[in-house]
Each structure stands twice: as structure tokens, then as C-alpha cells.
Nanobody, 121 residues
Framework: VQLQASGGGLVQAGGSLRLSCAAS????????MGWYRQAPGKQRELVAS???????NYADSVKGRFTISRDNAKNTMSLQMNNLKPEDTAVYYC????????????????WGQGTQVTVSS
């Protein structure tokens, strides 16, 4: 199983970016999915999460600016980021809890490789 994140880049403050995450491989089901970020010298933090039922959760710092979504049929997840601020600069990682087969005992946690988001002032 692999998670492939894409969509990062350099944008000016106030701009927008859309991150995407695609899961591939032997997948029976995906439960919790989330976007995390890590800025230089800081710990990795949760940005937004979404359950397979569509319930979402956001960090206070991004509420009203970021929107998380997923397509269960395609095993993909996206993060629409609007009104970006310099403090949003970080490497963004996607994460998913994946059950690989019907006989698997439970879900395993997988991480994408990270995509850099840089917001200039």
C-alpha cells in the first residue's frame, strides 16, 4: 500500500493551493484519513481529518480557510487551502488508516511522502 501526496508549491499570502492524496495497492477499506504538517523546528501537527462517513475536524488555525474532502470510491483525499498565510508554510503529509483485506485483523497506519507548501509574505 502506498500513499502519494501532491499539489504543494510556492504561493503568495492570500493565495490558494489544493493538495491531493491517492492510496494504491491492496486496499479493502480506508477509515480515518488526515492531513498533517510539520514546519522547521516544530512538531508534526494535525491540520484536518475526515472519517469514511464524512465527519471532519480542523485545527483552529485553519478553520474557515481549509476544506478537507475524500472520494471513497477512488481512495483519494484532498485539502483545499484558501487565504494561505506565511505560517502555513510546512511539509504536508497525508495519513490513512487502511485495512488491506477482508481477513485482516484491523487497520494499519500509512503515511505519504510529504509535499512542501511555502507561503511568501
Amino acid at each position: 500500500v502506498q500513499l502519494q501526496a501532491s499539489g504543494g508549491g510556492l504561493v503568495q499570502a492570500g493565495g490558494s493551493l489544493r493538495l491531493s492524496c491517492a492510496a494504491s495497492g491492496s486496499i479493502f477499506s480506508i477509515g480515518y484519513m488526515g492531513w498533517y504538517r510539520q514546519a522547521p523546528g516544530k512538531q508534526r501537527e494535525l491540520v484536518a481529518s475526515i472519517t469514511n462517513g464524512g465527519s471532519t475536524n480542523y485545527a483552529d488555525s485553519v478553520k474557515g480557510r481549509f476544506t478537507i474532502s475524500r472520494d471513497n470510491a477512488k481512495n483519494t483525499m484532498s485539502l483545499q487551502m484558501n487565504n494561505l498565510k506565511p505560517e502555513d508554510t510546512a511539509v504536508y503529509y497525508c495519513m490513512a488508516e487502511i485495512r488491506r483485506s477482508v481477513v485482516a485483523l484491523g487497520e494499519e497506519v500509512y503515511w505519504g511522502q510529504g509535499t512542501q507548501v511555502t507561503v511568501s509574505s
